[in-house]
């Protein structure tokens, strides 16, 4: 089992930044890591991901120059620094991770999910 918690959500004007942080805690060695978001009335997205080995980094368009997926020290910690937030980066962030496979990805995300956290970009 995979237990995954989100940090560093809240309110930033457009143009400022933040970074999200996620804690995986359980019984692994290393995971697959990414993160998805979501907003009002819409459905859940991919935003970045991490392979597992820490090799490959990948970004949906509308956030690439912008976004910067990475882990920590510990394998256990990913992060996603934002810059440059703009209002329709408005959205719920999930931290989402994998066991077995290499990779999260659009629609194929991991089996396990944190509870989320707030982000809002004012104009």
């Known amino acids: 089992q995979v237990q995954l918690v989100e940090s560093g959500g809240g309110l930033v004007q457009a143009g400022g930044s933040l970074r999200l942080s996620c804690a995986a805690s359980g019984s692994f060695s290393d995971l697959a890591m990414g993160w998805f978001r979501q907003a009002p009335g819409k459905e859940r997205e991919f935003v970045a991901a991490i392979k597992r080995s820490g090799n490959g980094i990948y970004y949906r368009d509308a956030v690439k120059g912008r976004f910067t997926i990475f882990k920590g020290n510990s394998k256990n910690t990913v992060y996603l620094q934002m810059n440059s937030l703009k209002p329709e980066d408005t959205a719920v962030y999930y931290c989402?991770?994998?066991?077995?496979?290499?990779?999260?990805?659009?629609?194929?995300?991991?089996?396990?999910w944190g509870q989320g956290t707030q982000v809002t970009v004012s104009s």
């Open positions: 989402n991770a994998d066991l077995v496979r290499n990779l999260v990805y659009y629609n194929s995300p991991g089996n396990y």
